[in-house]
């Protein structure tokens, strides 16, 4: 019997083993991960996890007997050390190596450490992990201090955690706007309210210099411009880098991330990359990319699975994401990269609202929605299709958007 080895057991290569068995597939999946556990999800970890509203059975992908029941082998606290393609093997670190018919790289990406004086300083935390959330949450007593460097989605979920645990947060942005890659400017400003009016302090152009510590401790932020942030903790959430350096060491084309194409097929015919570590088709949009989502890793998920059991491949979807801050879930689907406009369906002083980016013949891009999960559904096919829509029906929030995306 041919078999898979899967190497990363995240929420891609732990969905990866799931749908192989759901298409058919009858031959030996082996799945090797780092972290101690079998696949969980990672975005309650700066949410409900961090909160103390998780539970290790509540982030769990598939509950623990799924594995045995499905024939799926899990080799956990296994770092994979290289992959022999001529032998078709892979190396595990006590030296012993583990033959594949077919591979799957679903090796995720790890956070970006910050390249400045302090960094190493104890207190400074980054989160991609539960081990990693469990320190953040440690760092979090009421009262307590948390500086966070960047403004991205995990750092504004982190901050949002520290209120509701009754601590402060400082979030530190160095670009003008919070989101300033990934968001348009109304969310981005919305946001920033949202923030400050829950007792987060949030500074914009704001460029770190380095962490000062204390006794080997981080004790403050400090600021190009001389500003010092006291804190008790730091948490950096400047982006992920993509885990490529086995791809690469193995000689797979990488372009800041594993290329592959629609079928997750990488420059190897028996080897598949999937999730984070990827750079993909983004065929709605015309160009390629990396994409950081669990959305994302389903769908390559799906993409390698079906390829492998001899299913033609899913439609492409739609990008869409999530956040939870506060009372507030974002929900954005699409890609802006070509908008020229965009439109404010709903207030942004009421109970939800959308935001829609339009390209300059008005097809529907991308939608933003912040409580308004009607809009986001409307928006995800709209953008699904790039429909062309006036401004103004989309701008009357007294007109449902239902009618336009049949
Ligand atoms: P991962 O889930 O990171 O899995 C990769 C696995 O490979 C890891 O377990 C890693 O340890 C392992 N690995 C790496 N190298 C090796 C090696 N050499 N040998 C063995 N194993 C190895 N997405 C959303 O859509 N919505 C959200 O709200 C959201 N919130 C998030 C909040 C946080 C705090 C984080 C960290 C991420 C969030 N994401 C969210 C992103 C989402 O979790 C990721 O896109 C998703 O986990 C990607 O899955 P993956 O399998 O590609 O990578």
Redesign the pocket.
């Given at each position: 019997q041919p078999r898979i080895v899967i190497?990363?057991?995240?929420?891609?290569?732990g969905s990866a083993a799931a749908f192989l068995r759901q298409y058919g597939w009858k031959g030996g999946i082996t799945l090797?991960?780092?972290?101690p556990v079998a696949p969980y999800?990672?975005?309650p970890?700066?949410k409900a996890w961090l909160k103390g509203e998780a539970t290790a059975e509540s982030l769990a992908l598939r509950p623990a007997r799924f594995y045995a029941q499905q024939a799926i082998e899990l080799r956990l606290g296994?770092?994979?050390a290289a992959v022999d393609r001529a032998a078709k093997r892979v190396l595990l670190p006590d030296g012993s190596a583990l033959g594949y018919d077919r591979l799957i790289l679903?090796?995720?990406?790890r956070p970006r450490e910050l390249p400045l004086p302090g960094a190493q300083l104890r207190g400074v935390l980054a989160?991609?992990?539960i081990a990693d959330a469990d320190a953040v949450q440690a760092a979090l007593r009421p009262g307590a201090r948390l500086a966070v460097i960047g403004g991205g989605?995990?750092g504004l979920?982190a901050a949002a955690s520290a209120r509701a645990l009754g601590a402060e947060a400082v979030v530190i942005e160095r670009e003008e706007r919070v989101l300033a890659r990934v968001a348009g400017r109304a969310l981005s400003a919305f946001l920033e309210d949202a923030h400050r009016a829950r007792g987060v302090t949030v500074l914009t152009g704001a460029a770190v210099a380095s962490i000062e510590g204390e006794g080997g401790a981080a004790r403050a932020v400090r600021l190009a411009d001389g500003t010092r942030i006291a804190c008790d903790a730091v948490l950096v959430g400047i982006g992920a880098v993509p885990?490529t350096e086995?791809a690469q060491a193995a000689g797979l084309d990488c372009a800041g991330g594993v290329v592959v194409d629609l079928a997750a097929r990488t420059s190897d015919p028996d080897i598949y990359a999937?999730?984070?570590?990827t750079h993909r088709p983004l065929p709605l949009y015309g160009r390629s990319g990396r994409l950081?989502?669990?959305?994302?890793?389903i769908e390559q998920a799906k993409q390698a699975a079906a390829d492998l059991c001899g299913r033609p491949p899913p439609l492409p979807e739609v990008p869409w994401?999530?956040?939870?801050q506060f009372d507030l879930r974002l929900q954005m689907a699409g890609l802006a990269f070509t908008a020229q406009e965009s439109v404010v369906r709903g207030s942004t002083d009421g109970p939800g609202f959308a935001v829609f980016h339009l390209d300059a013949e008005h097809r529907v891009l991308a939608v933003e929605a912040v409580n308004a999960p009607a809009d986001f559904m409307a928006g995800r096919i709209l953008a699904a299709k790039q429909a062309r829509i006036p401004p103004a029906v989309l701008g009357d929030a007294a007109r449902p958007l239902k009618d336009l995306t049949a």
């Open positions: 190497l990363g057991a995240g929420h891609a290569g090797v991960g780092e972290e999800q990672r975005p970890l700066s296994t770092r994979v679903a090796l995720g990406a989160l991609r992990n989605y995990i979920e885990n086995l999937i999730g984070d570590c950081e989502s669990v959305p994302n890793a994401f999530w956040s939870d």
